[in-house]
């Protein structure tokens, strides 16, 4: 009985839009769009690593195939798939690419951010302050 009412409001209720955990500029988009044609690979896949001067540091890798839990993001005809130990520290990021005389780079404006250090490679989150205290890297 309960589940049948269960089924019934879920089935009432509009579905609700959730936002993306990701979202990419039109320079991203078309840099990831180039990459991947180049490679043949469906997917990149952004995850983050424990190092730097801050203690955390993002990782781009290609990828074949969506991971069980990996978070998939579509955005302006590019596919990015998001490892699960890095989608919280990376959730509601916006990801822009540069190229111009002194570099060419992706950028990461991420809302989590607490610091980072002073050449950007590497940044530091709440969540990641406490492992970084105890001495975790």
Do not use: W
């Amino acid at each position: 009985m309960a589940s049948r009412l269960l089924a019934a409001a879920s089935e009432r209720i509009a579905p609700v839009a959730r936002r993306q955990a990701l979202t990419l500029t039109d320079a991203a988009a078309a840099r990831i769009r180039h990459l991947l044609e180049q490679r043949q690979r469906p997917f990149l896949k952004l995850g983050i690593k424990a190092r730097g001067c801050n203690g955390l540091s993002y990782t781009l890798n290609y990828a074949d195939e969506k991971g069980k839990f990996d978070e998939l993001v579509e955005d302006k005809g590019v596919k990015i798939l998001i490892d699960p130990k890095a989608l919280m520290r990376v959730i509601g990021s916006k990801m822009d690419f540069v190229d111009d005389k002194l570099r060419s780079e992706f950028l990461f404006v991420n809302p989590n951010s607490k610091g980072q250090c002073g050449c950007g490679e590497s940044f530091l989150t709440t969540a990641s302050s406490g492992a970084t205290k105890q001495g975790g890297s």
